[in-house]
C-alpha cells in the first residue's frame, strides 16, 4: 500500500453537476498532483499542489479547480460536469526529487 | 507539445519469456522516467525508475534503459511469470521550479503472460 487515499471510490453524477473528490497524501509528503485517466489510456496531468499553491496546470478547462491544505491533503472540484468528465480520477502524493505514489482513484461516472 | 509515445499497446509472451516495452519522449527537458505497474481496479503502482544521467538500471527481473540522444526509454521483463500481468505505462518527467516532477503518461502496455 502506498499510504495514499482517495475518497470516494466510486460515484455517479449528473452532467451539470458539481463534484468534489478528495486525497490525502503520504506523511512526510507536501505535493499532490491530480491526473484524469480515460478508460484504456493513460493518465492524463490535470495540475499540481505543492505547499497549498497550484504549482503546474495541463490542459484542462478551468472549471477543473483544486485546493490542497495545510496537512497537505488536496481536493479536486469539477463544476458543470459533462459526459466527457467519466474517468478514473487519480491522485499521486510526492515531495521534492521523489517518485510520485498514486493512490487506488475515483472512479466517476457522468451521465 | 509534450507527448509520449509508447508500444506495443498489447504484448503475449509465454511465461518465461522476455518482454520489451518502449517509449519515445519529446521533451528533451525531461530529466527522470519512471514506470508504473497498473492492475485492474488500482491505481499505478511504481515498479523501476531511472534518472537521466544513467543510462541503465536493473532490479532483480527488471531492468530499464535510456537513450537521452535518441529520446528513447525501454523496459525489459525477463523469465516473465503469470503475476507479471497487467498494464503498464511509462512517463517522462521534467523537474518545476519547485523541485517537484510533471509526468507525462504513454498510453499504456497491456502485457499477458500466457501460463
Known amino acids: 500500500e502506498t499510504g495514499v487515499t482517495q475518497s470516494p471510490t466510486h460515484l455517479i453524477k449528473t452532467r451539470g453537476q458539481q463534484v468534489t473528490l478528495r486525497c490525502s497524501s503520504q506523511?512526510?509528503?507536501?505535493?499532490v498532483s491530480w491526473y484524469q485517466q480515460a478508460l484504456g489510456q493513460g493518465p492524463q496531468f490535470i495540475f499540481q499542489?505543492?505547499?497549498?499553491?497550484?504549482?503546474g496546470r495541463g490542459n484542462f478547462p478551468p472549471r477543473f479547480s483544486g485546493l490542497q491544505f495545510p496537512n497537505y491533503s488536496s481536493e479536486l472540484n469539477v463544476n458543470a460536469l459533462e459526459l466527457d468528465d467519466s474517468a478514473l480520477y487519480l491522485c499521486?502524493?510526492?515531495?521534492?526529487?521523489?517518485?510520485?505514489?498514486f493512490g487506488q482513484g475515483t472512479r466517476l461516472t457522468v451521465v | 507539445g509534450e507527448n509520449v509515445e509508447q508500444h506495443p499497446s498489447t504484448l503475449s509472451v509465454q511465461e518465461g519469456d522476455s518482454a520489451v516495452i518502449k517509449c519515445t519522449y519529446s521533451?528533451?527537458?525531461?530529466?527522470?522516467f519512471p514506470w508504473y505497474k497498473q492492475e485492474l481496479g488500482k491505481g499505478p503502482q511504481l515498479i523501476i525508475d531511472?534518472?537521466?544521467?544513467?543510462g541503465e538500471k536493473k532490479d532483480q527481473r527488471i531492468a530499464v534503459t535510456l537513450n537521452k540522444t535518441a529520446k528513447h526509454f525501454s523496459l525489459h521483463i525477463t523469465e516473465t511469470q503469470p503475476e507479471d500481468s497487467a498494464v503498464y505505462f511509462c512517463?517522462?518527467?521534467?523537474?518545476?521550479?519547485?523541485?517537484?516532477?510533471?509526468?507525462?503518461f504513454g498510453t499504456g502496455t497491456r502485457l499477458k503472460v500466457l501460463a
Open positions: 499521486a502524493s510526492s515531495s521534492q526529487n521523489t517518485e510520485a505514489f
Open positions: 506523511s512526510g509528503h507536501n505535493t
Open positions: 499542489y505543492y505547499r497549498e499553491e497550484e504549482n
Open positions: 521533451d528533451s527537458a525531461s530529466n527522470y
Open positions: 531511472i534518472r537521466s544521467n544513467v
Open positions: 512517463a517522462a518527467s521534467r523537474t518545476l521550479s519547485s523541485g517537484t516532477y510533471k509526468y507525462i
